[in-house]
């Protein structure tokens, strides 16, 4: 599986703020945080029989269960979200034709302090998400696979999805990989450094030993 991250350019998220029961605002982002059918700036295509599997499925595991956590910006190496890093909480998400339509709310966190001074300053804000997946190669574009799967929706100031941006009204492993590949070939390389250091040690002390033996 590919390590597969993905924004949407242009399709301009909201920012709201709503008034909640004991007088406060809540801040939101809402707009469209993917899309199906359409070639993003990253040269791939989620079939919408894909996109809205893997909605569904990250709607029921995640959205339902108030376990959709974003972060601000994508980590380089890791589709699982860290609570501590989180920024906000998606609380809705569904399909409309290849849109997937979403909200999110900005968390009292570090981190949602910052997406709220962002958002509330007038930075213009897009959404990308973050999964794993299988891609395939045809018709020069790469097609995202049935096994896909989304992890997080991410807060990022360039998105790649050419309709994911949002506005704000008063989103270590062996077999991870970047979009390049560049993650899975050093993390590989890594592993097969680690190991051969470990033989090489091995080889070390058992000759060691063997000499001890053999005074």
Known sequence: ??????????SYVNFL?????????????????????KKNRNGRIY????????????VSNYV???????????????????????SHRIVSLKMEGDDVMGKALVLNTPQGNILRGLLEG????????RGLGS??????ASYV?????????????????LDAWVNAVNESQEWLVTDDGQI????????????????RMFQIMKSFFESIRAK
């Open 145 to 161: 696979g049935s096994d896909y799967i989304v992890s997080a929706v991410d807060a990022v100031i360039d998105p790649s999805a």
């Open 64 to 86: 339902t269960k108030n376990r959709a956590l974003g972060e601000l910006s994508h980590p380089d190496n890791r589709p699982q979200v860290k609570p501590e890093l989180a």
């Open 184 to 199: 899975l070939e050093k993390t590989q390389k890594e592993l097969k450094k680690e190991k051969l250091t470990e033989e």
């Open 1 to 10: 599986m590919k390590f597969l991250r993905e924004s949407v350019d242009h």
């Open 47 to 58: 079939p919408k029989t894909v996109m809205e599997s893997a909605i569904n499925s990250y």
């Open 17 to 37: 703020a709503e008034d909640t029961s004991d007088g406060k605002k809540n801040l939101y982002i809402e707009g469209v945080f993917a899309q199906a059918e």
């Open 122 to 129: 007038g930075t213009q804000m897009g959404v990308s998400t």
């Open 135 to 140: 891609v395939s190669e045809r018709a020069n």
